[in-house]
């Protein structure tokens, strides 16, 4: 199984505790193996086992309380 990453932009994170909501809101996804999030360059990097749904992931940041965007 080949392992996909995606890099999104998050507006909205100002600080750990941002990055930390994110990190648990995208982790619930199925399939994520490794998720990297920066609340000053605003980057999250999310590593799926498989395909990766860009819809499930803007979701999951959504509910965290940020908005993002396919980088």
């Known amino acids: 199984m080949n392992a996909t990453t995606a890099e999104y932009q998050v507006t909205g994170m100002t600080c750990g505790h941002c990055e930390m909501s994110v990190r648990e809101e995208v982790g619930e996804l199925s ?32 509910e965290a309380g940020y908005s993002a965007a396919r980088a």
């Not at 920066?38 to 992931?57: P, W």
């Open 31 to 62: 399939g994520v193996t490794d998720i990297q999030v920066s609340a000053q360059t605003g980057r999250l990097v999310v590593t799926s086992s498989g395909s990766l749904d860009d819809a499930q992931v803007l979701a999951a940041v959504e």
